[in-house]
């Protein structure tokens, strides 16, 4: 089987916003992505990580939250999904928004130009690395062992892999709220078309899931 | 968690039969009902088991096809799922219809008042069980050692463990193709409202998924 690179639950506005660039260590997404309006849906579900009620919906999107996990063995990320520092490193004790049980699993290739070292964090491992895409891909399929490689995001570095023509799928979910302004994915899903079939599914959460594959 | 009992990827005709009761060796769906054609949507996915050639779809349909064995540790099957024998077992030499190399991969519990040894084939292995619907449960969930159960059908299986409040989950594919007669799941899928939340989702191939949860 050959191992995929895959965007798995990647959410944007309505407006095809994928965060907003004010990131803070408070707003994750910046002062106009609202987390908690955005990813409702997700929130909503039975396989939502870290749900412990034993409650939440078991239809369309608990089957998409779910898949994150399914066969992947590495994940690539932007630096600003990993925090929100800019330039050279300075503070060494940030370790990820995620605390000592990232959802991850896996080894983790954060895109840097700013070296260094790894950090083990429970059963994931986050190493920063630089250069090409296509290089950082053949290092993470390598650690994912026969696996799938996931592409975390944010929006520029979905961007970057899709421009250089890696991304084999897509899952994008499209939340029916407009934030009017912050880092685009897309004008609209049309844009890949050329490049990939689409199914466009609506969920009766209001959320719109995209799934492109490559043609 | 929890271990679900679930139905996955079953497949029903617009007018919900999921098979016709003149079962054959040449016809396990019986006369009225072409897997060719009902389940033509599932065959054009990526993800169908058995396709080697690199192709298929990988939109919403691949990722239900996919979602059959994820975290399921045993199958509980009807006795006319098995095979086509009635009666007391006559053929010792019928192992099912999948060859060497069936696609369960756990332990598959079969419904049957007529006692058999049990087979191995490859990672699955057949037990032949009789009781009551509660009892069957509780052995096929212990044989899944903490994962979920599927409740792999046909039809009289599947009504039977309705009936007896046993089913968490189904997914069931309605095709846009009438057959007309045969062993039907339901007059609508609207009966099972009263039990269960409801996702329809439609899919651009023309089946439409049901995705149920229980209230």
Redesign the interface.
Known sequence: M?QLLKVQNFNVSADGFGSSEDQTLERPFGSAFDPQRIFAWAFAT?GWPGRTD?GG????D???I??FS?NIGAEIMGRNKFGHQRGPWQDHEWKGWWGDEPPFHTPVFVLTHHPRPSITLSDTTFHFVSGEPADVLARAKEAADGKDVRLGGGVSTVRQYLDAGLV??LHVAVSPIKTGTGLRLWDSPDDLRDRY?????P??SGVT?H?F?RK
């Open positions: 050959p039975a034993g919906s078991r239809g369309l608990d089957h998409l779910r898949d399914h084999d799928t079939h689409l199914d466009v599914v969920s009766p899931h799934l594959w």
